[in-house]
Nanobody, 120 residues
Framework: QVQLVDSGGGLVQPGGSLRLSCVASGRFFSRHAVAWFRQAPGLERELVAAISGSGESTHYVYFAKGRFTISADHAMNEVYLQMNNLALEDTARYSC?????????????WGQGTQVTVSS
């Protein structure tokens, strides 16, 4: 049973930084693309950033560009989301999603999420 564990959230003031972590058991992330999503109360879940299994390709949604950085440490089986210059509107529950294609079908795993609260 694959388990992804998200951590690193917390309470931070506007302009502050947090680093989120998504940890998997075993050699996992090199075979999966990983994305961070977030969901604020009353809103739909939205993509934040994604990284390929090789770690060579990354994608950021417009609000994350220039502030957030997604990276992977395959030796540690971790994917990170470094978030700088956080704003009030970044308050949400952040979750990682790992996906691979198996037999032509996507196989996905979610982390349990970690709460990020930006408040003065």
């Amino acid at each position: 049973q694959v388990q992804l564990v998200d951590s690193g959230g917390g309470l931070v003031q506007p302009g502050g930084s947090l680093r989120l972590s998504c940890v998997a058991s075993g050699r996992f992330f090199s075979r999966h693309a990983v994305a961070w999503f977030r969901q604020a109360p009353g809103l739909e879940r939205e993509l934040v950033a994604a990284i390929s299994g090789s770690g060579e390709s990354t994608h950021y949604v417009y609000f994350a560009k220039g502030r957030f950085t997604i990276s992977a440490d395959h030796a540690m089986n971790e994917v990170y989301l470094q978030m700088n210059n956080l704003a009030l509107e970044d308050t949400a529950r952040y979750s990682c999603l790992a996906t691979r294609i198996s037999g032509g079908m996507p196989v996905s795993y979610w982390g349990q999420g970690t709460q990020v609260t930006v408040s003065s």
